[in-house]
């Protein structure tokens, strides 16, 4: 493969039509020649879709009338697009011009490497890292981003292999897809990039961190933007209802795909242990979220913002 060949950018959008199109001008902004982007709008009811096939003609676009996931929409990108390596990145994103570049060519200088990623930062504090590499700790059934929340100064960085890279901004070989399939759809959301890395692993690939910065994402600061607006302060019930909702959701989600992530690769007394830690500890915690947790956040956030 050459460092021209074909790459496709898979973007799932849910919502946040802003964000949307800082993401799409920053892509096209790249100063890699050769690019196709694939944008999977996944249930969206705020006329996105329109305004995109309008201001961004050259985008390939899917068409979801509800929300399939995570995992199936990018599945669905994957499937439509046609380049040699893929590239997956969140719609709430900004990428350096030679993020691509970087990436591309450090992929494809080996057969062996199937998935790669770079640092990401926070966008409202673009020094401060979101992600340097994810790891997995076996022992403390957990998984998690090494270098989060440290200042880049502070953070000794090198390239190196990792556990998995976030599907934020992740780069794979189509031939890996091949070899080990698609995204697995039973989690939705959460750990489905863990469970792929892992596969690819098992598939004989290495998983790769790159140091090099060239990814700025939004979080949950813009929570209170996005849910608690001019719109939300006319129908402020209804949106700490659905806020709470959408909470829940998330919670039980990372429940539920913990349990399948770390009940399929543990075995024997590692199994066990894990099990019996997401009876008696993972579900007290996940009721104490939803009880009091969750509507303590809420409130705080509804008293910012109105």
């Known amino acids: 493969m050459k460092n021209n060949i074909k790459i496709s950018i898979i973007i799932v959008h849910f919502f946040g039509i802003d964000y949307l199109i800082d993401c799409l001008n920053s892509v096209f902004k790249s100063d890699y020649p050769n690019l196709e982007v694939v944008v999977v709008f996944n249930g969206n009811k705020d006329g996105s879709y329109e305004i995109i096939k309008q201001k961004f003609s050259q985008v390939i676009t899917v068409l979801n009338k509800k929300n399939l996931g995570f995992a199936k929409a990018n599945n669905q990108g994957i499937k439509t697009s046609s380049g040699e390596l893929i590239f997956l990145l969140n719609d709430d994103t900004t990428i350096h011009p030679e993020l691509i570049s970087v990436l591309s060519e450090k992929l494809i200088s080996l057969d062996k490497i199937g998935i790669i990623g770079p640092k990401i930062y926070y966008m409202n504090e673009p020094s401060k890292i979101w992600f340097a590499g994810g790891i997995v700790d076996w ?50 959301a959460f750990y ?12 004989g690939y290495k998983i790769v961190y790159v140091p090099f910065g060239g990814v700025w994402h939004h979080k949950s600061a813009t929570a209170g933007k996005i849910f608690f607006g001019e719109e939300g302060k006319k129908n402020i019930l209804w949106l700490v209802l659905t806020c709470f909702y959408r909470n829940i959701r998330k919670e039980f989600r990372g429940y539920k795909n913990k349990i399948i992530f770390f009940n399929r690769y543990l075995s024997g007394k590692n199994k066990i242990i894990f099990l019996l830690e997401s009876i008696f500890v993972a579900t007290p915690v996940l009721i104490w979220n939803i009880i009091c947790k969750i509507p303590k956040s809420i409130l705080n956030l509804t008293s910012k913002n109105t």
């Open 192 to 203: 489905e990039d863990a469970d792929w890395c892992l596969r690819a692993k098992r598939g």
């Open 139 to 188: 022992k403390k059934h957990d998984s998690y981003h090494a270098g989060r929340n440290i200042e880049d100064r502070d953070w000794k960085d090198a390239e190196k292999e990792v556990d998995f890279i976030t599907g934020c901004a992740l780069m794979i070989k189509r031939e890996a897809i091949d070899k080990i399939g698609l995204l697995d759809e039973i989690f939705f």
